[in-house]
């Protein structure tokens, strides 16, 4: 019976360490793919009112940031069959695609073709089939203007030209548009500001604090998408919390085992006992067995885990061929993304073996305190 409630310790060990791998590494891979379909498009850090050459303040400590033209605003779009509020992009073609992808996701048409004064608009790709547009149709972008005195408000308009879509698979696709930069400041009838682009996005908030109390009006995407992706991680370390729980009642099964254990060799731990055995060396003995039991186990959870965490989008690709249908359909995702991380590695292995380590030693405490002359009396 002891080996039985050795084996499903082992066990209990093994899938909780591969499910812990599998599902922390699938998350990392969920993150990743928004962050670069959602941060891929909006800028790191705006900054009004300035251009590029009138910017004091370089990110000259963030390697790989780019300094280009940039404006946006929230328009209405009309057409004759529906109306709804977009966020228009006003940009440079020839700059985008060093800081942007949605060059790369144009859909029958090259991003190129929005010429300055031409007044073409490009679509994200929902958006586009939501108010029903075709290549060629024309429509009206509507923007609240207050007057001197803030006491009304009149609308601007301006047609534009629906030219083609895009689609980065994320939900800017709902609400994003395009155009040239010239276009949307003459519109607008403001000066556009920058956009700086930066390898790595957490200087973000850095650099917005660095630019506001030196007088520039700035924002950072922290502000729009913070809380979302904020959100995302809570529910990874959440998600990591709950199958640590599995390794945890894996540990109580060791302890029950060592505990069986520790009762049927009562007599033997008598006998070292008055041999001259210290209780210490006892309480090594169990604490071995207990440690070997898990780390036998963490290591075959690792070997069978690793493998799928990689290798994730295709086995789950081979079981939703199975079931017949697709486990991320309806979503913006044509597959199961994954991201094992090394030290998220790490930190299970460390976590998974100390868990199981620590189970051993009530048990282990046990038995070195046992009494030999109590246990040889009954005996």
Not at 145 to 153: A, H, Q, Y
Not at 270 to 277: D, I
Not at 332 to 339: G, K, N, Q, V
Request: charged residues 15%.
């Amino acid at each position: 019976f002891y080996s039985l409630v050795t084996a499903v310790s082992f066990i209990g060990l093994v899938l909780g360490v591969v499910s812990l791998l599998v599902v922390v590494s699938v998350m990392n891979g969920f993150d990743r793919e928004l962050k670069i379909r959602i941060l891929g498009a909006i800028p790191h850090v705006f900054v009004e009112g300035v251009t590029p050459e009138t910017l004091s303040i370089r990110p000259t400590s963030d390697a790989g940031a780019l300094v280009t033209p940039f404006q946006e605003a929230d328009v209405l779009v009309v057409t004759d069959r529906a109306s709804q509020l977009v966020t228009v992009q006003g940009v440079i073609p020839d700059l985008e695609r060093s800081v942007s992808n949605i060059p790369g996701a144009m859909i029958g048409v090259e991003f190129a073709s929005i010429l300055p004064g031409s007044n073409y608009v490009i679509f994200g790709a929902s958006l586009a089939r939501k108010l029903n547009l075709t290549p060629g149709d024309y429509l009206s972008l509507v923007l609240p203007v207050s007057s001197g005195g803030g006491k009304t408000i009149s609308p601007k308009l301006t047609k534009v030209q629906f030219i083609g879509s895009f689609s980065i698979g994320s939900e800017l696709d709902y609400r994003l548009a395009v155009m040239h930069l010239e276009d949307l400041s003459h519109f607008l009838g403001k000066s556009p500001g920058v956009r700086i682009t930066l390898e790595d996005i957490y200087q973000a908030p850095r650099l917005t604090l660095m630019l506001s109390e030196n007088g520039y009006i700035v924002d950072d995407w922290t502000e729009r998408y913070g809380s979302f992706f904020q959100t995302v991680r809570m529910e990874k370390v959440m998600m990591f919390f709950v199958l640590t729980f599995v390794i945890a009642i894996a540990s109580f099964s060791i302890v029950a085992g060592l505990s069986m254990l520790v009762n049927t060799k009562r007599r033997e731990i008598a006998v070292l006992r008055t041999m001259g055995m210290k209780g210490s060396a006892i309480m090594r003995l169990f604490f071995v067995q207990g440690s070997v039991i898990t780390t036998a186990g963490v290591s075959v959870g690792l070997i069978i885990g690793l493998p799928l965490a990689f290798y994730a989008p295709n086995v789950i690709g081979i079981f939703e061929s199975a079931i017949g249908f697709s486990l991320v359909e309806g979503t913006y995702f044509d597959r199961i993304p994954t991201d094992p991380r090394l030290s998220d590695i790490a930190i299970i292995l460390i976590v998974s073996t100390l868990i199981g380590c620590l189970a051993t030693l009530y048990p282990a405490r046990k038995a070195a305190k046992l009494a030999p002359a109590e246990i040889l009396r009954h005996e």
